[in-house]
């Protein structure tokens, strides 16, 4: 929880952060419906490290909104670990799940598959603020 005694600087200007200028966290349905207006991107974004993964207006969407903090760690997974094992394994396609709520109500598992239900990799998060559910999304390798 913040408090209103937090200060955040830039250059010349301060900007007092307050419980009423805080974003409210989205429920699980809600980012159901929020995610399911983005058929297309009016926009890419390149991840800062992995210079070679472009994402959406709908994963940044996801990154922002998932969980009390954003969900950008999901972003870095698929950019450092997961888009790596595609190229390594010749993949040009991969299905992402990261499901949710199912182990324990903070926990998660990443599963990666070939879209044909050929698992490639499975990963177990321990710990999450992410809303429960199955949330999909798909990685093409050009």
């Not at 005694?5 to 250059?11: H, K, R, V």
Request: aromatic share 12%; net charge negative; with cysteine.
């Amino acid at each position: 929880m913040y408090s209103s005694a937090n200060l955040f600087f830039w250059s010349n200007t301060i900007t007092i952060l307050t419980e009423t200028t805080l974003k409210k966290r989205l429920t699980q349905d809600e980012l159901s419906v929020e995610l399911s207006q983005f058929i297309e991107t009016e926009q890419w974004y390149r991840h800062a490290i992995n210079r070679h993964l472009i994402y959406t207006d709908g994963v940044k969407f996801f990154a922002e909104n998932g969980g009390d903090h954003g969900a950008y760690w999901f972003i870095d997974k698929v950019a450092c670990e997961i888009a790596p094992l595609l190229k390594s394994k010749k993949e040009h396609f991969g299905c992402i799940n990261l499901c949710v709520g199912v182990i324990d109500k903070n926990q998660a598992m990443v599963l990666v598959t070939d879209g044909n239900d050929k698992q490639l990799a499975a990963s177990h998060i321990h710990y999450t603020d992410m809303q429960a559910g199955d949330w999909k999304f798909y990685l093409m390798r050009m």
